[in-house]
């Protein structure tokens, strides 16, 4: 079974609520895919948050694990300004918190202090790199839904030395690169320091925080490079960039992650 972006992004509004189920298929274990937790959380807030206003920042903090099936967001805006607009986004199942949500949305503005950061990584050959392939039971369910590129670092759970990883993705249903879209491919892989990792060690993501550099724009192949910080006590922490299609550096992120080799 598998279900098509609009479908697993749907929410209905039913008063100062949200509701919108959470599809096997979206799923990494036993929790939803961490991008469309918050993609869900950005699209209720859209509710209230004119589109003028582009997003700028998302923090997201996974409080407990979403299964399969029904949950609701309860949206509020904290302040909107002259140009910026703060809100949260909170995620439940009955009266179980399963995520907080804090977005930065503002318009615009003048500027004489642009810098365009980092180019994205010249990697040669992207159609004569290995794509991770999806394999049920080992990889996590969510990413039958994108497509992937291998550009360097050591494929998961391979015992290598690396603790960075990098390459091409897109989504496998054709559109434009937006919001909600960036925010799903910014999170579709997996943490870099995998592959350091002798047999399957389950992984969560504690917080994160993505930050919108530039306008996202464009359809097709978007690239991806994170590595690892520092990684200890059951803990790691990494920093990724996802370039968008025109080459342009989009989002960059940052993620606290708990594992389990222990």
């Known amino acids: ?97 399963i995520a907080v949500l804090v977005a930065s949305f503002g318009a615009s503005r003048p500027t004489r202090l642009r810098w365009p950061g980092p180019p994205a990584p010249a990697w040669p050959g992207r159609d004569d790199r290995p794509s991770m392939p999806y394999v049920e039971g080992l990889t996590p369910a969510f990413t039958r839904h994108f497509e992937y590129r291998w550009a360097h670092g050591d494929l998961p759970y391979s015992g290598g030395e690396s603790a960075a990883l990098g390459g091409w993705v897109r989504p496998r249903e054709p559109g434009p690169l937006d919001e909600l879209r960036t925010l799903l491919l910014l999170d579709a892989w997996p943490a870099p320091f995998i592959g350091r990792a002798q047999g399957h060690v389950p992984m969560s993501t504690l917080t994160w925080l993505a930050n919108f550099v530039s306008p996202p724009a464009g359809e097709g192949w978007c690239t991806y490079d994170a590595a690892t910080v520092a990684a200890d006590d059951g803990y790691a922490d990494f920093d990724a960039k996802l370039w968008g299609p025109d080459g342009a550096l989009v989002a960059t992120s940052r993620q606290c992650v708990v594992e389990f080799s222990g």
């Open 1 to 97: 079974m598998s279900t098509p972006l609009p479908e697993a992004l749907r929410l209905v509004p039913d008063g100062t609520a949200h509701h919108g189920v959470l599809a096997p298929d979206w799923a990494q274990g036993r929790a939803a895919f961490g991008g469309i937790v918050a993609a869900w959380g950005v699209t209720a807030l859209r509710a209230d948050v004119p589109s003028d206003r582009p997003l700028r920042s998302v923090l997201v903090s996974f409080v407990a694990p979403l299964a399969p099936g029904p949950f609701r967001v309860q949206p509020r805006v904290l302040r909107a300004g002259r140009a910026a607009t703060q809100a949260e986004a909170r995620l439940l199942t009955g009266d179980t918190e």
